[in-house]
């Protein structure tokens, strides 16, 4: 039997790709024998998200046991978090920091409004609590865990009814065996419960970043469990006999099994693949710069492709700036706003408002005749004749306008004293201001030029106020591509498994080519390239999506003397006092990129000398820009008063050094006429 559903996954020739979004579910199917591509969109189903799925499936003209591979990408993850639904969870800490996921960074985005709050945390502080364990900075065990209080929390936590337990112990980055520990016995003894540990998601030091990640993961643990189970089960029944693979928030793949258990890094799951979908038209089109711009039903969300590749970041603030929290994971530079083709319009105080609330599938806006009755921008754009009433969907869906203006005149149009026209158009203004807010937070605002770049719009919504956007920001070209409605879907074809390790280790740099790094190095490596059995690759070489094979990246600190160094198929990158090493598994075994030459500074032998070196060029470097400024300011001043003299000092704007912290010399204080 195995042997047949073995054969049978290896002869199917079919990939299936689904997104769930808040209003539709797109299914893209590719035949790889023919090179077929077909699509479906169905509404979706919120009460049950695998119907949406099955229709969808069944609109393509496909079906899931002729299917050998099926990706999938969902907000189910992010939506949780936002609209504050997931499990009730429980954070196991270390003795003395229990507030630091309250606590958090001490900023104040909004310093003059006296009525700002902070993040609202995930756990309550009453189901936070403290373990005795200490593990120092370098690794040593300061004291050890008490195997017998974990047993002893963990009957605690039964009795209170969680669900989900995070773990999160100081300086685990260093050592995380306590962690695993802890861990352990909690599945052991509970193994109903989903428990989290923050070694599993992020290896990197800062620990409010790191509590508030495996918090995260623990809130939504249970709930994506039970849809990514429910999901495998159905197709399964259904006769799929091939790999079920989950897009990550970087666009790269992994499997459902680990997806269950790292539920975060699918925080941007369907998103993620619209912007792999753009990067991998850029390459076809011969663009080097677009932007990716996807509105659809409940949001407008803004990527970034710049030379050739995707834009993507080690960290991401959840749910806006002022009350965010925090993930310490990469994923794809992507900034959202609450506008889509179901936000509701509404007037409030005397003024217009569009979004953030939205209609979603059900009841959906009032032209779909499904018993909603509030104004959205569908039924704007309806009105003014922007959509087809008889060609909605396909032709599939026939969208009543007589409803859509009754909706419009009595919540929007009669409040604020104009006809129903004015009304819709006012919607749509107020919607490409706001969507343009998107664009910018990934270009202007990251210190690029808008007007370099392509508009590539997709989603249901995207299209129709593409040019509205760009006529905002200054964008000169925009780009439709073919079947712009289920472009996420068709995104998730060119993506490919991807696997990320990033980890902290401090050191000194005259160390940081000792045996200990080397071995730092290797472990991450091998991390990389020996991943968890998967299928062949779901996407075309010539497709790539993927950064360099493997490469050695650091993280920014405050130390003054850097230097660089690669690994033997990445790209160079800077290296710092605290270093991190990243290693990607994108196509270890197939593709190796040129390797980029050295940088002078790695190939001196003696790392101490290099930094002997910059200090000294680095002094004589100011030495020479003082005097030039201090002449210049000699020949724009009045002459001095006393006795012809001129500080350097004030004329180069140097501070003093602050106490405690070690100095260069004062050189060149004074200059003489």
Not at 87 to 111: H, M, Q, S, V
Not at 555 to 562: D, E, I, N, Y
Not at 575 to 587: G, K, M, V
Request: include cysteine; glycine fraction near 10%.
């Amino acid at each position: 039997m195995k042997q047949s559903i073995a054969a049978r996954a290896n002869s199917s020739r079919l990939r299936l790709a689904a997104d769930i979004g808040g209003t539709f579910t797109d299914i893209a199917v590719f035949d790889d024998r023919t090179g077929k591509l077909s699509f479906g969109k169905a509404l979706s189903t919120p009460q049950r998200l695998v119907e949406g799925i099955n229709a969808g499936v069944a609109k393509a003209g496909s079906d899931y046991r002729s299917a050998g591979l099926f990706l999938h990408g969902s907000t189910i993850a992010i939506n949780t978090i936002l609209e504050r639904t997931g499990a009730k969870t429980a954070l196991l800490i270390t003795d003395g920091f229990r507030d630091i996921y309250e606590i958090g960074r001490i900023n104040r985005p909004d310093a003059y409004n006296l009525y700002f709050q902070k993040h609202q945390p995930l756990v309550e502080r009453a189901l936070r609590f403290e373990v005795k364990e200490r593990v120092l900075a370098d690794g040593e065990i300061d004291t050890p865990l008490d195997e017998a209080e974990i047993a002893r929390f963990g009957r605690m936590l039964d009795e209170l009814g969680v669900e989900a337990t995070a773990i999160l112990f100081l300086n685990c980055y260093a050592r995380h065996e306590h962690e695993a520990r802890a861990k352990a016995i909690l599945e052991k003894n509970h193994p109903e419960m989903f428990v989290s540990a923050s070694h599993e998601l992020s290896e990197e030091y800062r620990e409010f970043e790191r509590c508030s990640t495996v918090v995260a993961n623990a809130y939504v643990g249970p709930i994506v469990r039970r849809y990514i189970g429910e999901i495998d089960d159905h197709i399964r029944s259904d006769g799929f006999a091939g790999s079920f693979l989950i897009v990550q928030s970087t666009g790269g793949l992994y499997e459902a099994e680990q997806a269950k258990n790292h539920c975060v890094h699918m925080l941007e799951s369907g998103p993620a693949a619209g912007v792999i979908g753009t990067q991998a038209l850029c390459h076809t089109l011969g663009l080097k710069n677009a932007i990716a711009f996807d509105m659809g039903g409940t949001t407008a969300k803004a990527g970034v492709i710049h030379n050739g590749e995707a834009l993507t970041t080690g960290s991401a603030l959840i749910g806006g700036y002022d009350k965010a929290l925090p993930v310490q994971i990469a994923m794809m530079d992507i900034f959202e706003v609450g506008t889509g083709g179901g936000s509701i319009a509404r007037v409030e105080e005397g003024g217009l408002r569009v979004g953030p609330q939205s209609a979603g599938a059900a009841p959906g806006p009032a032209c779909y005749g499904l018993g909603g009755s509030e104004p959205t921008v569908t039924d704007a754009n309806l009105l003014l004749g922007r959509l087809g009433a008889d060609r909605f969907l396909g032709g599939e869906m026939l969208l009543d306008v007589e409803g859509a203006k009754h909706a419009l005149e009595e919540r929007v149009a009669k409040p604020l004293g104009m006809d129903a026209t004015a009304a819709a158009d006012g919607i749509l203004r107020i919607a490409a201001t706001a969507m343009s807010y998107a664009v910018k937070a990934v270009t202007t605002e990251r210190g690029l030029d808008a007007g370099d770049f392509a508009l590539v719009a997709y989603g249901g919504a995207g299209p129709l106020h593409a040019v509205a956007v760009a006529r905002e920001i200054g964008i000169r070209t925009v780009i439709i591509p073919t079947a712009p409605g289920v472009f996420s879907a068709f995104g998730m074809l060119f993506s490919d498994l991807r696997y990320d390790f990033v980890r902290t280790w401090f050191t000194r740099l005259e160390d940081a080519r000792s045996t200990r790094s080397s071995a730092s190095i290797a472990s991450s490596r091998t991390r990389a390239a020996t991943p968890s059995p998967a299928p062949r690759s779901s996407r075309r070489r010539s497709c790539s999506s993927a950064p360099p094979t493997c490469a050695t990246s650091a993280r920014s600190t405050r130390s003054p003397w850097t230097c660089r160094s690669r690994c033997s198929s990445g790209r160079t990158a800077p290296r710092s006092s605290a270093i991190s090493t990243r290693c990607t598994s994108n196509d270890m075994a197939r593709r190796r990129r040129t390797s980029a030459p050295r940088s002078s500074a790695c190939a001196r032998p003696s790392p101490a000398s290099c930094a002997s070196r910059r200090r000294r060029s680095s002094i004589a470097a100011r030495i020479r820009a003082t005097r030039i400024r201090a002449t210049r300011a000699r020949q724009t001043r009045p002459p001095s008063p006393v006795g012809g003299r001129c500080s350097s000092t004030a004329s180069s704007g140097r501070r003093r050094p602050m106490r405690g912290r070690r100095s260069l010399p004062a050189t060149g204080s004074t200059v003489r006429p």
